[in-house]
Nanobody
Framework: QVQLVESGGGLVQPGGSLRLSCAAS????????MGWYRQAPGKQRELVAT???????TYADSVKGRFTISRDNVKNTVYLQMISLKPEDTAVYFC??????????WGQGTQVTVSS
């Protein structure tokens, strides 16, 4: 049974930081591209960052320089370090596992709220 379990979300003030984690089980984690997506109320899900099996990373323009995606293939976990958070970063953050450019698996999401 494949599971992706996100954690680390919460309420943070503008300018603050959070680190999200996504622990994977039931898949050969190291061969998957992992991605973080987010969905704000009333908006479509959007790409935040991806990291390939060789640790090549991509970022949405809106988070470049503030977010860092990384992975630990021993712990089967992908991380999203977020700094300088803004109210517009408020969303449910999802991790996904992609093989051959198809996202096969998704986590349940973790809420990030940036507010004073």
């Amino acid at each position: 049974q494949v599971q992706l379990v996100e954690s680390g979300g919460g309420l943070v003030q503008p300018g603050g930081s959070l680190r999200l984690s996504c622990a994977a089980s039931g898949i050969t984690f190291s061969i998957y591209t992992m991605g973080w997506y987010r969905q704000a109320p009333g908006k479509q899900r959007e790409l935040v960052a991806t990291i390939t099996q060789s640790s090549y990373t991509t970022y949405a323009d809106s988070v470049k320089g503030r977010f860092t995606i990384s992975r630990d293939n021993v712990k089967n976990t992908v991380y999203l370090q977020m700094i300088s958070l803004k109210p517009e970063d408020t969303a449910v953050y999802f991790c996904g596992a992609s093989y051959s450019n198809v996202y096969n698996y998704w986590g349940q999401g973790t809420q990030v709220t940036v507010s004073s």
